[in-house]
């Protein structure tokens, strides 16, 4: 019999849990995409991430095509997107692997029961985690808010990461081209039209979306695992994985990638210092899983009173486009406007003054960082959103306010970062300081004490 395979945020066939486990009960998978961004709540994928999906999409379909299969993508609403596709195919089943945001989280479990009430067997897997939110909790049985005690837990409580490699042949797709015609399933191009105004035309000299793309990031990193520990505080030394959007989705299994660190010949500091900041993502689900307001709220209710400065859009305009006139805050939110991407110490830097010197609330860096991150994740962000502004699970608290001059001295000393994205520092061209840092941070540290 036939199975739907449905892909969501695991785009690829390599230690693909949804896909082995339909292959071993037999099921010849068709591999299908539903695209329902109305779906996601407040927080429907951004441009940057619709950019990435589109050429992940693509490869995905390629591998499956030299594999004797291919991809069949269609619009939602998902379960009769879902119901459509299984009776066009005579699909007695459907897999997938899971997702945690809390809206898909919700409809998820609507759909499985909706699907399941209309005769379809639903399987769905672990593809994203090495611990499910839920199976780790503290002595009282509460989800944990303190990231070391649950890494503790966490590592205490992973299995050794079991992988599949990516099956060599599939069958062909009884569905042909002609029949996802007849049931309106467009190309992936029509699904994800290419951007307008091509303003993400230089984000792919620096990366390539999809599965062999992450192959090629994971690979390319095991040399600099032993240099990781210094290195991953230097933005211009590009010392850290760029595996991010890979993780996001789902191009390499995160079983994958710990095991291929934790048994490379980098020291032993080294890989735990890299396999630590994975337990990070982990954190960031379990808490969203936990905590799911958490996505708008603060997790400290502390702060729902606090006094956030009135948004100046000319400030926020001015943060945005990397024109704040503070050099390593500029080099950073340029590097995310060019990449897509933004190294994590400037995140760090670039969200302390935003939600510190200019008092914003975070969620005005975080629904910006959503837009134009092709890593955007909403449990990551949320997670680094909240932890800088100092309102969330085991936050810098609010009185450490980093200072980016001396910031930018210690981890970009001699300046090489800052002069890759703001080569016009030191001529007229480069704006003034749109604050001063010392009063702005007395006037945040005032606004504190008043909270
Ligand atoms: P590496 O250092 O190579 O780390 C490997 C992997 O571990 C990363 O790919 C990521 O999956 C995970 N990881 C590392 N650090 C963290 C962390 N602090 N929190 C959660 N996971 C981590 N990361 C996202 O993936 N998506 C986001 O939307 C996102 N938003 C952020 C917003 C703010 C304000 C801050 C401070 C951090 C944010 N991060 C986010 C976390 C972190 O900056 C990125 O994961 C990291 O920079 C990605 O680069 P890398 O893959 O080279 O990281």
Redesign the pocket.
């Known amino acids: 019999p036939a199975a739907l395979v449905w892909f969501r945020d695991d785009l690829r066939l390599d230690d693909q849990p949804a896909l082995q486990a339909a292959l071993a009960q037999e099921y010849a998978p068709i591999p299908v995409y539903v695209h329902a961004p109305e779906e996601e709540g407040d927080w429907a994928p951004g441009a940057a991430s619709d950019a990435w999906r589109r050429r992940s999409l693509q490869a995905l379909d390629a591998a499956l095509r030299a594999r004797g299969s291919h991809l069949t993508c269609v619009r939602g609403p998902t379960l009769a997107a879902l119901q459509r596709l299984a009776s066009a195919t005579g699909a007695e089943a459907i897999f997938w692997t899971r997702r945690y945001e809390p809206a898909i989280e919700r409809r998820d479990t609507e759909l499985k029961r909706a699907l399941r009430r209309a005769g379809l067997h639903t399987e769905s897997h672990n593809g994203a985690l090495l611990v499910e939110p839920w199976d780790v909790a503290t002595k009282a049985g509460d989800p944990y808010k303190v990231f070391t005690p649950f890494f503790k837990a966490a590592i205490a409580r992973m299995r050794t990461p079991r992988t599949w490699d990516a099956p060599a042949h599939l069958p062909p797709v009884a569905f042909d081209d002609a029949a996802a015609h007849a049931i309106d399933a467009p190309a992936i191009d029509a699904l994800l039209p290419a951007p307008k105004h091509a303003w993400n035309r230089t984000f792919w000299s620096h990366w390539t979306p999809g599965e062999q793309g992450a192959r090629d990031a994971l690979r390319a990193f095991v040399p600099k695992v032993a240099a990781y520990p210094e290195g991953?505080d230097l933005p211009a030394m590009e010392g850290?994985?760029?595996?991010?959007p890979h993780?996001?989705f789902g191009e390499v299994s995160i079983a994958r990638v710990y095991a291929t660190i934790a048994q490379s010949d980098a020291p032993k500091d080294a890989r735990i210092a890299?396999l630590r900041?994975?337990f990070?993502?982990e954190f960031?689900h379990h808490l969203l899983h936990h905590f799911p307001r958490t996505t708008d709220h603060n997790l400290d209710p502390r702060f729902d009173d606090f006094d956030w400065a009135r948004v100046d859009d000319a400030q926020l305009d001015a943060w945005k486009t990397g024109r704040t006139g503070i050099p390593i805050v500029d080099a950073g939110m340029r590097q995310l406007w060019h990449t897509g991407?933004m190294?994590?110490r400037v995140?760090?830097l670039v969200?302390s003054l935003l939600t510190k010197h200019l008092r914003m609330h975070w969620l005005h860096?975080a629904r910006w960082?959503?837009d134009t991150?092709v890593?955007?994740?909403l449990a990551?962000?949320t997670?680094?959103?909240q932890?800088?502004a100092g309102t969330g699970a085991d936050a810098a608290p609010y009185f450490r306010i980093f200072n980016p001059t001396l910031q930018a001295k210690r981890f970009d000393p001699d300046g090489a970062y800052v002069r890759t994205w703001v080569p016009e520092l030191g001529t007229p061209d480069y704006p003034p300081p749109i604050i001063d840092l010392a009063t702005a941070r007395e006037a945040a540290l005032a606004a504190y004490a008043r909270r």
């Open positions: 991953r850290t994985s760029c595996l991010s993780l996001h890299f900041q994975l990070w993502r960031a991407w190294h994590n995140r760090m969200a860096g960082f959503h991150l890593d955007a994740d990551n962000n997670l680094g959103w932890w800088v």
